[in-house]
Nanobody, 124 residues
Framework: QVQLVESGGGLVQAGGSLRLSCAAS?????????MGWFRQAPGKERYFVAAISRRDQIPYYADAVRGRFTISRDNAKNTVYLQMNTLKPEDTAVYYC????????????????WGNGTLVTVSS
């Protein structure tokens, strides 16, 4: 069983920055998975934000965050990060970390394991 725990969410003003972390616990090694970040705003579906491939560590981004967000992974620390800069009120959502057995995970149905999410609120 893969256990993922997100942290780093909070309240920030527009234009500010946050860094989210996703730590895998137990006998989970994120090096075996493609990792992704998704977000879900109130009343909306869960959408892809960023992903990093399993073997080649290639990053992928949604158009809405490209140039502002950066995904990275530290396999030695078993942790994935999402650096979020120049935050906008429309970035407000619960952010979820997810893992996929595939080489790349950029779509909700492709992800096999999910964390419980961390709330990011961006005030205007």
């Amino acid at each position: 069983q893969v256990q993922l725990v997100e942290s780093g969410g909070g309240l920030v003003q527009a234009g500010g920055s946050l860094r989210l972390s996703c730590a895998a616990s137990g006998r989970t090694f994120i090096s075996n998975y493609a990792m992704g970040w998704f977000r879900q705003a109130p009343g909306k579906e869960r959408y892809f934000v960023a992903a990093i491939s399993r073997r080649d560590q290639i990053p992928y981004y949604a158009d809405a965050v490209r140039g502002r967000f950066t995904i990275s992974r530290d396999n030695a620390k078993n942790t994935v990060y999402l650096q979020m800069n120049t935050l906008k009120p429309e970035d407000t959502a619960v952010y979820y970390c997810a893992a996929s057995r595939l080489e790349r995970g950029t779509w909700v149905p492709l992800m096999d394991y999910w964390g419980n999410g961390t709330l990011v609120t961006v005030s205007s």
